[in-house]
Structure formats: structure tokens, C-alpha cells
């Protein structure tokens, strides 16, 4: 009984100083891993980043497609004249 209460005393001892709320997060995270948890936040950061050049140059396409609109009507207005 001694020596199962001294060889118990390490695992008791790094029982009691397990941080709860470490436990806690690591059961309701979704990743195995620190990597995978980095890979998915990284990935998500550069698709919105994307999306974002994606939509600035449809921004771009369109503001072009209006000037390009308003010099035809002068263009028109001009021949008639």
C-alpha cells in the first residue's frame, strides 16, 4: 500500500494542477490540433481577402462601364449639334 501511495502521489499531483478551463475548451474545439486551428483561420483570413479584390474589381468594371456610358451621350450629343 506504500508504494502504491507514493507511485500515485505523481499522478495525483499532475492531476490536481490540470488547468479546467484548458480541459474544457480542448473537449468543445472542433481542431485536433493547434496546425489545424491555424490552417482554418489562415485559409478563412486569405478567402476574405480575396473576395474583397474579387469585389473591389467588379467596383472598378462597373465605374469604368458608366464613364464609358456618359462619353457616349456627350459623343451623340455633340455629332447632332
Not at 508504494?3 to 495525483?12: G, I, V
Not at 483561420?41 to 472598378?60: G, K, N, P, T
Given at each position: 500500500a506504500l508504494?502504491?501511495?507514493?507511485?500515485?502521489?505523481?499522478?495525483?499531483l499532475l492531476f490536481e494542477q490540470k488547468d479546467p478551463t484548458k480541459e474544457r475548451t480542448q473537449r468543445e474545439d472542433e481542431f485536433e490540433s493547434d496546425w489545424d486551428r491555424f490552417a482554418c483561420?489562415?485559409?478563412?483570413?486569405?478567402?476574405?481577402?480575396?473576395?474583397?479584390?474579387?469585389?473591389?474589381?467588379?467596383?472598378?468594371?462597373?465605374v469604368t462601364v458608366d464613364d464609358d456610358d456618359d462619353d457616349g451621350d456627350e459623343y451623340l450629343g455633340n455629332r447632332e449639334a
Open positions: 508504494f502504491e501511495a507514493l507511485f500515485n502521489l505523481n499522478k495525483y483561420v489562415d485559409y478563412s483570413r486569405l478567402a476574405m481577402e480575396e473576395e474583397a479584390r474579387e469585389e473591389e474589381a467588379m467596383e472598378i468594371d462597373w
